[in-house]
């Protein structure tokens, strides 16, 4: 993480097993069914090659098809159920941290703000694609 830029952190608590969080993070099926942050919005396309080195894209589209953008960056480290760090195509570093606590599932991710938007913009937007998750998550939790 560079100093001079502002980081922004979210989080949240997942009511479910670290190794189900772990797998609905990282594989590209699960991805598409959580990965918006409203409902206007929503991901085409997931791809996630989950190693040091490794690339991953997230299509993010308007679902009136008037914007789109892809998500895209490559993982500097990979600790399976504990830790993803990697860096974005504009070199900006995103650290995020799994940690089981009693059944549950701390989520912690924490990423080099852009400045095009505003830092409470980008932290919305960022915990709410964590909101989505964890209700994602733990709704396939119930439904298995």
């Known amino acids: 993480m560079n100093a001079n830029k502002s980081l922004i952190t979210v989080q949240a608590i997942i009511d479910a097993p670290i190794e189900m969080v772990w797998k609905n993070w990282t594989t590209p099926t699960d991805i598409i069914n959580w990965n918006s942050a409203s409902e206007d919005w929503h991901t085409t396309k997931a791809e996630n090659d989950l190693r040091i080195g490794g690339k991953f894209l997230s299509r993010m589209e308007a679902k009136d098809g008037t914007e789109g953008f892809d998500f895209v960056g490559v993982y500097d480290n990979v600790k399976t159920n504990e830790l993803i760090e990697y860096t974005l195509e504009d070199d900006r570093k995103v650290k995020i941290s799994f940690t089981s ?8 991710e924490t990423f080099e703000a852009e400045s095009e938007n505003s830092l409470e913009l980008q932290f919305g937007g960022w915990q709410a694609i964590l909101d989505n998750f964890k209700k994602y998550t733990e709704a396939s939790l119930v439904n298995s």
């Open 101 to 108: 606590e009693n059944g549950k599932t701390k989520v912690i």
